[in-house]
Each structure stands twice: as structure tokens, then as C-alpha cells.
């Protein structure tokens, strides 16, 4: 069985979908969305958190464990 990562917000123990539903965070592990290896949550983050992008989905998110 293959280990994978997902992103959860500790503020409101919420799970990142990725926007594939209508909010991108959801209790329920199994809607995470799933990352094989660090360097792509590191992208991920990068991109979701970066100003030029008009991403919102980590607006207000102060910490997250992986």
C-alpha cells in the first residue's frame, strides 16, 4: 500500500480538496486531495499561497499539517 499526504488546516480540522467541490476544504479525509511525495505539497502551497495568483483558498490559514 502506497502512502499518501494530504493537507489539513489545524485551525478548523479541515481537509484541502483542491476546489473539486464547492469549498475547498472538507472533514472528510477521503475528499483530500492526495500528493505522492513533499515536493508536491511544496508546490501546491506555493501556488494556492502565491500573490500574482487570484487563489483564495488559503486566505486566512495560519497553520496546516501534512
Known amino acids: 500500500m502506497q502512502k ?3 493537507i489539513k488546516n489545524t485551525e478548523n480540522k479541515k ?9 475547498a476544504w472538507s472533514l472528510d479525509i477521503e475528499d483530500a ?3 505522492n511525495d513533499d515536493n508536491e505539497v511544496s508546490k ?3 501556488e494556492q ?3 500574482e495568483n487570484s487563489l483564495y ?3 486566512n490559514v495560519k497553520h496546516v499539517v501534512i
Not at 481537509?15 to 469549498?23: D, H, N
Request: cysteine-free.
Open 4 to 6: 499518501s499526504l494530504v
Open 15 to 23: 481537509y484541502f480538496t483542491g476546489g473539486r467541490y464547492e469549498s
Open 33 to 35: 486531495r492526495k500528493y
Open 44 to 46: 501546491e502551497i506555493k
Open 49 to 51: 499561497t502565491d500573490d
Open 57 to 59: 483558498y488559503f486566505e
